[in-house]
């Protein structure tokens, strides 16, 4: 069985500073791990994943991020801000391949302040 | 890179009526499609799996009878929301996956809003 857990359903910080959103995971095999982000009214949009090989993951709009097996996270990173960022944040596992279901995670809302 | 589409975007119904949704992967042959239901505020959940030219795989709780999915095509997977109620009133979203697409990944539709009255 899988599952994801995003911690925090909100997290808020100023333009140009750095962003964390956190992310643990749990699986019974060797995961694949994805960050996706949703704009208001729209499909979703990936970010980065992490499948085998490095585990920092860089991804679009300059973020990244690193997994961790002996934490069982994957938390997202951006050095600094920017207003588009505003979004909302999805964690999520499958297992074996992309061609496993994805399990998501409660997701994460995005605020930047100017 | 690959694009998955969905009609229609919005659509609103009366009660006891029922939609069509279609998920289209316009560039590239999705071997499996899955459809997701996305509550106002809330995450993703996974209806079912389709496999082309098979039957659905429906996630627990998830009532096959009142939401049809076929997947008749390597193109298309329609999802049919039966004689609807104001509860399914949901965003639903679709992913297509192929081996062949350009990186192996599923690729999300942009979602089709459903409102019941």
């Known amino acids: 069985a899988q599952s994801v857990t995003q911690l925090g359903s909100h997290v808020s910080v100023s333009e140009g500073a750095l962003v964390l959103l956190r992310c643990n995971y749990s699986?019974?095999?060797?995961?694949?791990l994805f960050w996706y982000v949703q704009y208001p009214n729209q499909g979703l949009q990936l970010l980065l994943k992490?499948?085998?090989?490095?585990?920092l993951v860089k991804g679009i709009n300059g973020f990244e991020a690193e997994f961790k097996k002996s934490e069982t996270s994957f938390h997202l990173t951006k050095p600094s801000a920017h207003m588009s960022d505003a979004a909302e944040y999805f964690c999520?596992?499958?297992?074996?391949?992309?061609?496993?279901?994805?399990?998501f995670g409660s997701g994460t809302r995005l605020s930047i302040r100017p | 890179g690959a694009v998955v589409s969905q009609h229609p975007s919005w659509v609103i119904c009366k009660s006891g009526t029922s939609v069509k949704i279609e998920c289209r992967s316009l560039?590239?042959?999705?071997?499996?499609m899955f459809w997701y239901r996305q509550f106002p505020k809330q995450s993703l959940m996974l209806m079912a799996t389709s496999n082309e030219g098979s039957k659905a795989t429906y996630e627990q709780g998830v009532e096959k009878d009142k939401f049809l999915i076929n997947h008749a095509s390597l193109t298309l997977s329609t999802l049919t929301v039966t004689s609807a109620h104001p509860e399914d009133s949901s965003f639903y979203i679709c992913?297509?996956?192929?081996?062949?697409?350009?990186?192996?990944?599923?690729?999300f539709g942009p979602g089709t809003r459903l409102t019941v009255l």
């Open positions: 560039d590239f042959q999705a071997t499996t």
């Open positions: 699986s019974s095999v060797p995961p694949y």
């Open positions: 992490y499948t085998t090989g490095a585990t």
């Open positions: 992913s297509a996956y192929s081996p062949q697409a350009s990186t192996d990944t599923q690729y």
């Open positions: 999520a596992v499958s297992a074996y391949s992309s061609a496993s279901k994805i399990i």
